[in-house]
């Protein structure tokens, strides 16, 4: 069994660049949510996919979007860059879109805007 | 809006002392609360969850409705429990919230 993964794991971006962050799911599970991590906070969810339709939505703006492909693979794509969204970026997987069911976490990735 | 708290953001105890994280939450329904807990240079994994009632690692926690907390108990506390844990609550199309974290350390 496959466990999460995320690519890459560091990067550094200027202010109002994009990025792209991916995260490949466990092996078998259908969902995936994306969340925000600042320094010394808790995550923060983002966003979250279900058999590649969003499935439900944080308190995020626009330029935060997201995809999943078919293999359940997912993208979590930051238009216009600021400075707040430095962050680690966690995505989770799990089965059947509700929340309740355990959510598998990737190792995440550490985005700096400077 | 949902909200977990977290009042603790460290807690240091000696080995073999009881253990008590707090966490208190504020929800309008029927609340699904969870502890997930993340090790040195180990990524974030679920610990227990309220609905399955279990006894993981020694650890335990209990719903009270009227107090609107989740407290996360050990009767003795073990090197191997330092960590950082977060409280959750499962919200619908709302996903998971988190508390800010409590880092336990557990002194030899």
């Known amino acids: 069994e496959t466990g999460v993964t995320q690519s890459p794991t560091h990067l550094i971006k200027t202010r109002g660049q994009q990025v792209t962050l991916r995260c490949s799911s466990q092996s078998g599970h259908n969902t995936v949510s994306w969340y925000q991590q600042a320094l010394g906070q808790g995550p923060q969810f983002i966003f979250q996919?279900?058999?590649?339709?969003?499935?439900g939505r944080g308190n995020f703006p626009p330029r935060f979007s997201g995809l999943q492909f078919p293999n359940y693979s997912s993208e979590l794509n930051v238009n216009a860059l600021e400075l707040d969204d430095s962050a680690l970026y966690l995505c989770?997987?799990?089965?059947?879109?509700?929340?309740?069911?355990?959510?598998?976490f990737g190792p995440g990735t550490r985005l700096t805007v400077t | 809006a949902q909200r977990v708290t977290q009042p603790e953001k460290l807690l240091s105890v000696f080995k073999g002392a009881p253990v008590e994280l707090k966490c208190n939450y504020s929800?309008?329904?029927?609340?699904?609360l969870f502890w997930y807990v993340q090790y040195s240079r180990q990524r974030l994994q679920l610990l227990l969850r309220?609905?399955s009632r279990e006894s993981i690692k020694g650890f335990t926690a209990d719903l009270n409705k009227g107090e609107t907390s989740f407290h996360l108990k050990k009767p003795f506390a073990q090197e191997e429990d330092s960590a950082m844990y977060y409280c959750?609550?499962?919200?619908?199309?709302?996903?998971?919230?988190f508390g800010k974290g409590t880092h336990l350390i557990i002194q030899p």
């Open positions: 996919y279900y058999r590649e339709e969003e499935n």
């Open positions: 989770a997987s799990s089965l059947d879109g509700a929340s309740s069911y355990e959510q598998y």
């Open positions: 929800y309008s329904g029927s609340p699904e």
């Open positions: 309220h609905i």
């Open positions: 959750a609550l499962e919200g619908g199309a709302d996903g998971l919230t």
